[in-house]
């Protein structure tokens, strides 16, 4: 049997196409990066300094606290210049898993909580009281995907997977909008398909929501995007897609394995109920001591981010 390589090189950087060499074997290409990347030396760098200068609980005053305080800070700030967001705007996740359970968490919270009728949420409902509707796409990760079943099947939510095109692999604008119900509390499109590498159409759609969000009463829908996969490869802006929530996941583009949550206005323009409770890191969103070496590590790759978006920029106009 061919032997097989099960781990990355010691130099894993971006720019060595993905070559892969253990000893006593020969180069291998490594082509999935869809799962995962492999770190970029500079983010091997400032996830290694955290660990021997900022090794502090961030919420001490003493030195070591405060290094690590301040590299929290600035991480953030640097997710969301790369998303085009406020740093305000931007919540620290274990992963993109829990970012997506966090929308769906807050949705159907946030239903509730507008119609008044608070406490209904916790079991399933019966008689004629409407759920929260939620519309997906039948592509979406299964972060979404099975999420989402779970609500249904707890009779916590009703539920719209809208398919994608046979032809362009897309979901269709309109088939969206068809599925809107009165009751209809979130959509959430991926951005980039983790198969097929298509670009969903959630800028168009967001502004056509936007403009129903206009005319229709309270609870409004909410839109969500987990852009696991196209941070990184493209250009992503928050403010021109016009969503509420974006999904961010760090190992899909030379980051560790942590994520972030992008929320516009968190608390005030968007809704947002944590999913636990502790000792109010995340300004009491998302509770429990910072992982402060992978933040590090995921704040350092917005300048690798940026510096390739500028290259493939230049390059596209030459």
């Known amino acids: 049997m061919e032997d ?8 894993p950087s971006p720019s060595d196409g993905g070559t892969l060499q253990c000893e006593g074997q020969e180069e291998r290409i490594f082509m999935d990066y869809n799962a995962t990347s492999p770190l970029d030396p500079a983010v091997i760098e400032a996830i290694t300094e955290a660990l021997r200068e900022a090794w502090g609980n961030p919420s001490s005053n003493y030195l070591p606290g405060k290094k690590a305080k301040d590299i929290i800070n600035q991480a953030r700030e640097n997710i969301a210049r790369m998303v085009g967001g406020q740093a305000d705007d931007i919540i620290f996740m274990s992963g993109g898993t ?8 807050t949705a159907i919270k946030y239903f509730w909580d507008t119609l008044g009728q608070n406490g209904r949420e916790d079991g399933p409902l019966t008689g004629d009281v409407a759920l929260p509707h939620i519309i997906s796409s039948s592509v979406e990760h299964d972060s979404i995907k099975l999420t989402a079943e779970h609500l249904l099947k707890m009779g916590r939510a009703d539920l ?3 398919p994608v095109s046979k032809v362009t692999g897309q979901v269709d604008i309109d088939d969206v909008m068809r599925a809107i119900k009165p009751t209809t509390c979130l959509i959430s499109i991926m951005l980039a398909n983790n198969e097929t590498g298509v670009l969903m159409p959630v800028k168009e759609i967001c502004s056509r929501v936007r403009e129903l969000n206009q005319q229709r009463p309270a609870p409004r829908i909410l839109m969500h995007s987990d852009a696991a996969q196209a941070i990184g490869k493209l250009r992503v802006d928050c ?3 016009g969503v509420d929530y974006l999904t961010i996941v760090g190992h899909k583009f030379y980051a560790p394995r942590i994520g972030a949550l992008y929320v516009r206005g968190p608390g005030t323009t968007s809704p947002i109920f944590p999913m636990f409770f502790g000792g109010g890191q995340e300004r009491n969103f998302r509770p429990g001591t910072e992982n402060t070496p992978m933040i590090a590590g995921l704040g350092k790759v917005w300048s690798c981010v940026t510096l390739f978006l500028i290259l493939s920029d230049s390059e596209a106009h030459l």
């Open 239 to 241: 403010q021109e897609l």
């Open 98 to 105: 829990e970012a997506n359970n966090f929308v769906f968490h």
């Open 160 to 162: 719209t997977f809208v």
């Open 4 to 11: 097989r390589v099960d781990r990355v090189p010691n130099d």
